[in-house]
């Protein structure tokens, strides 16, 4: 009882500074903002309030959700495939789904090109332009997503001798295979295309106003949900499949719904700030070691630490180069070389 009574303290205390540093966030830029400028507590300046309210908050919204479903998500691989090194960009989930929306913006069926002049009448008149405009690339992407794990399942059946290691290699082939066929389209197509999609893979976060930061939210709930009502059955496939099995746990229902929910929830926050690599290896090491490993109290740990690390990266990245604003994709790939680097070398140690 004590245990889990340290575990959820230290959860309490990671999500106290995670939401601290959200609420700090926002006041940092290339130019810092005083509450009393946003407040009235001095001379309110128009431009500085449309500044925060409009580009900061949500910009700093999206991150955290992002950063938080990353690493829950990365959290629930690991689990499964009951490798340390198992995250959802290794494993071809968030290679799937940047391939499914660079389809979609690649021909034509993002929401400036549904705007085009050949297009906007039909969808105008039939009133589903802005419906295929905000779902057609999560849309794409989740197909994307999925397309990798059915490959990755597939394999799993083929080759049952095969290890976990030998799974993961799996992945990082498909994730290979879906960025090849990206750069594809990058070289093929025109200047704007190419342009977006060499921007947007490299993983970016740029919002502009509350809604549009918001739009991270679901996904989060969608992991957050799944990793507390699946925690037990966690704990137990992390021991395998046979003492899983053994225990009451229907295995096969629970990696389906495991793999649709986490590949959902990958693929929403892939349509809307690219593939961000690394995060969801890094923040469940990283809540494993403050925490223990009881999935219960794992995966708000993993969530605290994983959006609180990527408001922090974004916050570097639209503040260190400025006025340049720069993929906070690259600072993440930075910091997750060494850290991958550690993982590696870190059992030879023992």
Not at 4 to 17: C, D, P
Request: aromatic fraction near 12%; charge should be positive.
């Amino acid at each position: 009882m004590s245990v889990r009574r340290s575990e959820w303290k230290v959860a309490v205390v990671l999500f106290t500074v995670s939401a601290f540093v959200a609420v700090l966030a926002p006041w940092v830029g290339i130019r810092l903002i005083s509450p009393g400028e946003i407040f009235g507590w001095r001379d309110i300046v128009p431009a500085e309030a449309r500044i925060f309210w409009q580009l900061r908050v949500p910009r700093t919204i999206m991150a955290w959700c992002a950063g938080a479903t990353f690493g829950l998500c990365g959290m629930v691989f690991q689990a499964l495939f009951r490798n340390p090194l198992a995250e959802p960009s290794l494993l071809g989930v968030s290679s799937g789904a940047a391939f499914g929306a660079a389809v979609a913006v690649r021909f034509g069926f993002s929401a400036a090109a549904l705007g085009s002049r050949d297009a906007s009448y039909l969808y105008e008149v039939i009133g589903w332009r802005r419906l295929f405009g905000e779902m057609v690339i999560p849309g794409f992407a989740f197909t994307g997503s999925i397309l990798a794990i059915t490959i990755i399942s597939l394999f799993s059946r083929l080759a049952r001798g095969a290890s976990d290691a030998s799974l993961l290699l799996a992945g990082v082939a498909i994730s290979s295979l879906f960025s090849s066929l990206i750069m594809v389209f990058q070289y093929t197509g025109g200047a704007v295309e190419t342009y977006k999609l060499l921007s947007w893979t490299m993983g970016g976060i740029s919002v502009v106003g509350i809604g549009e930061g918001l739009r991270a939210f679901p996904p989060l709930i969608v992991a957050f949900a799944l990793s507390l009502f699946c925690s037990a059955e966690l704990d137990l496939i992390t021991f395998g499949d046979e003492i899983a099995a053994t225990r009451g746990v229907e295995l096969e229902k629970t990696k389906r719904l495991l793999f649709a929910g986490t590949s959902l929830s990958v693929a929403l926050v892939v349509a809307n700030c690219g593939p961000i690599a690394f995060l969801g290896l890094i923040a469940p090491h990283m809540a494993r070691r403050l925490a223990g490993p009881r999935h219960r109290s794992l995966a708000p740990c993993s969530a605290a630490i994983g959006g609180a690390s990527l408001v922090v990266c974004d916050a570097a990245a639209r503040t260190l180069w400025a006025p340049a604003d720069i993929p906070v994709g690259i600072i993440i790939c930075f910091l997750g070389a060494p850290f991958f680097f550690w993982l590696l070398f870190k059992p030879r140690e023992r």
